[in-house]
């Protein structure tokens, strides 16, 4: 099973961008179907993105849809989480997430689909 290190979060205004990161260890990285989530303080932990093993099919919650952009590189053990046009609702701690190995097709937006987790990174915009 892989491990997942997130990186990129931050102090930002409204309206500016953010790219956030997941590394993963291990060698099945390109086998699993993987998923951002946020969890803000005192609120449940809320799907943003899911992204299918070969980064051909990716899917957003409604709240990101437009903004947000998931991407992954196999080849360099990483996913992406590219944040646009940011709001102080976006305010969060942003984890990674990954369901595998050998996942199969498909995209997954429920936190129990998912087996492996990052530690999460803050990200905070501000007004």
């Known amino acids: 099973q892989v491990q997942l290190v997130e990186s990129g979060g931050g102090l930002v205004q409204t309206g500016d961008s953010l790219r956030l990161s997941c590394a993963a260890s291990g060698r099945t990285f390109s086998s699993y179907a993987m998923g951002w989530f946020r969890q803000a303080p005192g609120q449940e932990r809320e799907f943003v993105a899911a992204i299918d093993w070969t980064g051909g099919t990716t899917y957003y919650g409604d709240s990101v849809k437009g903004r947000f952009t998931i991407s992954r590189h196999n080849a360099k053990n990483t996913m992406y989480l590219q944040m646009n046009s940011l709001k102080p609702e976006d305010t969060a701690v942003y984890y990674c997430?990954?369901?595998?190995?050998?996942?199969?097709?498909?995209?997954?937006?429920?936190?129990?689909?998912?087996?492996?987790w990052g530690q999460g990174t803050q990200v905070t915009v501000s007004s």
């Open positions: 997430a990954g369901r595998g190995p050998y996942s199969g097709a498909g995209v997954y937006v429920r936190a129990t689909d998912y087996n492996t």
